[in-house]
């Protein structure tokens, strides 16, 4: 015989199968991404300046990509390292870590369901002694915290932003730095090449003498002791343009083997700008620099987790209505409304709020031992620019004394009044100078570099590509 099932079971047991079914289609589900050694080691010896990617992002920022071949100034090189620069793509992932935290913060806590069967053996001629308890909490926050918390991720966010920004400039800088290395070695190498020259010709001058009786051995021995030196120089000078080239292909992310198929161009390290110097642009510096930035956002952070805190002080409000059914007679329904909350007796939520109050002092202290950093940081870059600006004039105005006295030399031997060894050390003299006289401008260069980290001004690197290395080229290879 079969009966009809009781209605209310069926709608009970649709409205259980609806709840389940939503609870499951809205649940992510994991994606296993395993990480090779070897693969990842492969992709980077793959990495190439020749790919479609690359050429697109060079595109969107409107930079030509050099062919192979053309020249990379350190614009172009510095696109490259965003693009391939392993710690930008790290500080990218910590930024989409906070974004994501603001999901986090803003969501509401989710309401909980107990079912609690009971049996009751005091219920005379009841077909089923069987009870079954459903019990609901709803839980309502109060005082504004959701709001506070979102305000909180939102600041820490900011944070992350910045700390991005920061790492775009200190990718920028080692590409720079590295590009100036590699300049002054390979420079520095070939004026001692000449020297080397210059100075074996003082030398075999002199061994000449020393045959005739001319000149005593121990002019001759100082004069070998001198072109010894030039030629360890020389020898150091090498070694310094191949640990130039390993730094500088560090600093794009990319292979050694890649600077072996593009030409570098140094053309901007023979420039010395002067409008990083200018008050209003270490004033901005104060006030927009990453790093000055980041911690404001902390410090905005901080100011929201007390505001948390305090709101902490005030329970939040838990609805629990019920319903009970007991199996042996369906005309026995209970229903209930529950309502609680926790009693601030024992405590009124006192020490989270002074933790947050000493944190909130301590994100004060550390802005304003960040501010004056960049303070000392500015001046102490400003001083050397300009003390590095005037040792240069000073190399150059040396050179150009010494390229006179060459030339007055060289007249002096071609009317009869000096020899050929007075030539010879005037072109060694003239060889040293040269390089004090480059020097003094890399030395310059570097000290432009310390002041451009300083001031991170967008004169140095402008919105478009800083954009550029925030949002990232390819992202994975």
């Known amino acids: 015989m079969v009966t009809e099932q009781n209605p209310k079971r069926r709608c009970s047991e649709a409205c259980w199968l609806i709840l389940v079914t939503a609870c499951l289609t809205g649940c992510v589900h994991y994606q296993p991404r395993p990480l090779s050694p070897a693969e990842t080691a492969a992709g980077f010896a793959s990495r190439s300046v020749t790919n479609a990617q690359l050429q697109a992002f060079f595109e969107t920022n409107h930079v030509e ?13 510095t696109l490259l390292a ?7 793509a790290e500080a990218r992932t910590q930024l989409e870590a906070a974004q994501a935290a603001r999901i986090t913060a803003g969501q509401r806590p989710n309401p909980s369901i107990a079912v609690t069967p009971g049996y009751d053996s005091q219920i005379p001629g009841n077909p089923s002694p069987w009870l079954v308890t459903i019990t609901t909490d709803w839980p309502i926050e109060t005082a504004g915290k959701r709001k506070k918390r979102v305000a909180q991720s939102e600041h820490l966010a900011e944070a992350a932003q910045w700390n991005l920004v920061g790492t775009v400039w200190q990718v920028r800088s080692r590409v720079r730095a590295a590009l100036v290395s590699l300049y002054a070695a390979r420079e520095t190498q070939s004026l001692l090449t000449r020297q080397v020259l210059a100075q074996s010709n003082v030398v075999s001058l002199l061994e000449g003498q020393l045959a005739a009786g001319s000149v005593s051995g121990f002019e001759v021995m100082q004069a070998r002791v001198a072109l010894q030196t030039a030629q360890l120089a020389d020898e150091d000078a090498v070694g310094q343009y191949f640990l130039a080239r390993g730094q500088l292909a560090n600093a794009l992310g990319m292979p050694l083997h890649v600077l072996d198929d593009i030409e570098l161009s140094f053309e901007s390290l023979d420039e010395f700008p002067r409008e990083l110097t200018q008050p209003e642009v270490r004033t901005q510096a104060l ?141 060694v003299e003239f060889a040293t100078g040269a390089q004090s006289q480059f020097a003094a401008r890399i030395k310059a260069q570097q000290a432009l570099g310390q002041l451009e980290d300083a001031v991170q001004s967008p004169l140095t690197l402008t919105s478009t590509l800083l954009h550029a290395g925030a949002t990232g080229g390819q992202r994975s290879q």
Do not use: M
Request: charged content about 15%; aromatic content about 6%.
């Open 65 to 77: 990509l050099p062919g192979l071949g053309h020249a990379w100034n350190l614009k172009a090189l």
């Open 82 to 88: 965003f693009c391939y620069q392993p710690s930008l």
């Open 287 to 427: 006030l927009n620099r990453s790093d000055v930035r980041g911690a404001l956002a902390e410090y905005a952070a901080s100011q929201s987790a007390l505001q948390l805190e305090i709101a902490g002080q005030y329970p939040d409000v838990h609805l629990g209505p019920g319903y009970a059914w007991n199996a042996g007679s369906a005309a026995d329904n209970q229903w209930n409304l529950g309502l609680s909350v926790s009693l601030p007796i024992l405590n009124q939520n006192q020490g989270p709020i002074a933790e947050s109050a000493a944190k909130r002092a301590q994100a004060a202290a550390h802005f304003l031992t960040v501010q004056a950093n960049a303070v000392g940081e500015i001046n102490a870059a400003l001083t050397a620019y300009q003390s590095a600006l005037k040792q240069l004039a000073t190399a150059q105005a040396l050179l150009r004394n010494l390229q006179r006295r060459l030339e007055s030399t060289r007249e002096q031997l071609r009317a009869g009044a000096a020899d050929a060894l007075a030539l010879a050390s005037a072109e």
